[in-house]
């Protein structure tokens, strides 16, 4: 049985029926238009379901319960809004903004962010670093009350929305290749520029942009925390952003059993429905067993996380298994549908192309492979399992 208290449960509640009045009949439009209102931000923000763990003077709830996140995330994908990017925003880059920033720093973001009125991004991946970031090529130089930033970045989720970005940059003039310097370049800085919308496979409502940075004046102010520690910054929150990751990618793959479960039950073939034959049995048999046994592997790293146990090689496992098993069940439900799962007008077929990517943000599946396979022939793998 699943660990959630009364009150998160009501919480469930609540935002369930606002997903279904507020952005769930928005969602074909914003497809069509390849990009999310703004005003499903500020919506969600009034209503607090954005950046829920902030303390109540920045506007937050002040419960820091990863709990709360896994249900905005199960939700979110389970009324097949999950191109809104409301967790990007709330959990993958607002805690930036907390943890490696001042208090001044603290009270000039956060109450917009948690309001929906200032919407968020992380720029890290550029055209010849993805998930080797010492091959990050934009620079940021030291120039006395400020700093210079000159690069470019692509594939930035929310990117055209925007108004704060936590851009990563190497710092210039520093020994390692490591040293790099996080900082918020806000909307309508001098030298800031947006590129296209990107035209992606899957995720059509979720913007996705080239970002270009041509010489930008960026104050001190906005540094966070010490210059030249980004890099260990962002590989601190690597373990919570995978974990972000297996929770979509999870409950994107019960979403797909249920909608398949359902075809499978009416659709018909040789006389008889679909889910009599043996194929279909033994195959959602199977998948079932998978997700279920994943599910409950996602809620024990949960509670783990909850209680900062949740280390890296337990973040590669859970992102590995999540985006592998969601996979599987899409390719299934695909082959399942027949040739109505190669239809647009049937949601497995958006499930699969959105689905994708999965297995290659937050670190592809061969990366993940490449962590646990050192881990495994470590002098210190024992203690792993201990």
Known sequence: MRNFTEEQTMFREAYRKFLEQDIAPNMPQWRENGIVDREAFTKAGAQGFLMV????????????????????????????????????HSRLVGPYLYKYATEEQRERFLPGCVSGEKILAIAMTEPDAGSDLSGMRTTVKDAGDHFVLNGSKTYISNGILADYVVVAAK?????????????????????????????????????TAELFFNNVKVPKDNVLGEPGKGFFYLMEGLAEERLLNAVGTISSARKAFDVTRAFVMERKAFG?????????????????????????????????????????????????IGAETEWKMMDLGVQLHGGAGYMQEYDICRMFTDARISRIY???????????????????????LD
């Open 362 to 384: 937050a670190g592809t599946s061969e990366i993940m492979k490449l962590i646990l396979g050192r881990d495994i022939f470590s002098d210190s793998y024992q203690s792993l």
């Open 171 to 207: 710092l210039e003039g520093a020994e390692s290749s490591h040293a790099m310097v996080l900082m918020v370049v806000e909307r309508g800085m001098e030298g800031f520029e947006r590129g296209r919308n990107l035209d992606k496979m899957g995720l059509k409502a979720q913007d």
């Open 272 to 320: 008889k429905k679909v889910s009599d034959f043996q194929n279909t049995q033994f195959t959602m048999a199977e998948m079932d067993a998978e997700i279920e046994v994943a599910q409950v592997y996602l809620d024990h790293c949960v509670e783990m996380h909850n209680q900062g146990k949740l280390t890296a090689n337990m973040g590669a496992k859970l992102k590995l």
């Open 53 to 88: 763990w902030p303390d109540e003077k920045y506007g937050g709830l002040g419960d820091s319960d990863f709990r709360y996140e896994q249900i905005i995330i199960e939700e979110t994908v389970r009324q097949q809004c999950g191109e809104w990017f409301n967790t990007l």
